[in-house]
Antibody, heavy 121, light 107 residues
Framework: QVQLVQSGAEVKKPGASVKVSCKAS????????MHWVRQAPGQGLEWMGW????????NYAQKFQGRVTMTRDTSISTAYMELSRLRSDDTAVYYC??????????????WGQGTLVTVSS | AIQLTQSPSSLSASVGDRVTITCRAS??????LAWYQQKPGKAPKLLIY???SLESGVPSRFSGSGSGTDFTLTISSLQPEDFATYYC?????????FGGGTKVEIK
């Protein structure tokens, strides 16, 4: 069965960086794009971008350009999302989510359990 | 960016009720719309894709309709496990965007 297992909660200071991992199992990791979506406390969902695990190609939402880096390690079927220059309004649950169309323009059929990132001085 | 406006933002309903949630896009998105259900502390779950296609394993009481700018999610007979927040999402244009959510509560 498809599973996406994310790394644990993080607490960071403003200006720091955070790197969240998402380990995939139950399917061919390189066959499906992986997206990242975040959700601030009590708020809605916000798309951040995607990575093509096969090529390493990425597409980031303009809002996060210059601050986000998505990478992958195909040897361990894991995707990563690193967000730098953290601010208090980056406090959110970060999700990885699989793209069943592998096109980038897609829905999300499987989600990780979420990783809470808290940014506080 | 395409704005998705959901209405209502919340509703109270009883078990067995028919519930309808609407999602309006700020510009035409063809049928590139999905619906998700999210329960507290959990990741969203895909219910409907391509505006009206039911995701595998999702009960048939859920249905979706619409195209262009106006879309609807209908729950034909609300069950206790359906109390949750529902989001629409468009995938016609970047950035991919979500509606603000509709919270379905117990009356």
């Amino acid at each position: 069965q498809v599973q996406l297992v994310q790394s644990g909660a993080e607490v960071k200071k403003p200006g720091a960086s955070v790197k969240v991992s998402c380990k995939a199992s139950g399917y061919t990791f390189t066959g499906y794009y992986m997206h990242w979506v975040r959700q601030a406390p009590g708020q809605g969902l916000e798309w951040m971008g995607w990575i093509n695990p096969n090529s390493g190609g990425t597409n980031y939402a303009q809002k996060f350009q210059g601050r986000v880096t998505m990478t992958r390690d195909t040897s361990i079927s894991t995707a990563y999302m690193e967000l730098s220059r953290l601010r208090s309004d980056d406090t959110a649950v970060y999700y990885c989510a699989r793209d069943p169309y592998s096109s980038g323009w897609s829905v999300f059929d499987y989600w990780g359990q979420g990783t809470l990132v808290t940014v506080s001085s | 960016a395409i704005q998705l406006t959901q209405s209502p933002s919340s509703l109270s309903a009883s078990v067995g009720d028919r519930v309808t949630i609407t999602c309006r896009a700020s510009q035409g998105i063809s049928s590139a719309l999905a619906w998700y259900q999210q329960k507290p502390g959990k990741a969203p779950k895909l219910l409907i894709y391509d505006a009206s296609s039911l995701e595998s394993g999702v009960p048939s009481r859920f249905s979706g309709s619409g195209s262009g700018t106006d879309f609807t999610l209908t729950i034909s007979s609300l069950q206790p496990e359906d109390f949750a927040t529902y989001y629409c999402q468009q995938f016609n244009n970047y950035p991919l965007t979500f509606g603000g959510g509709t919270k379905v509560e117990i009356k």
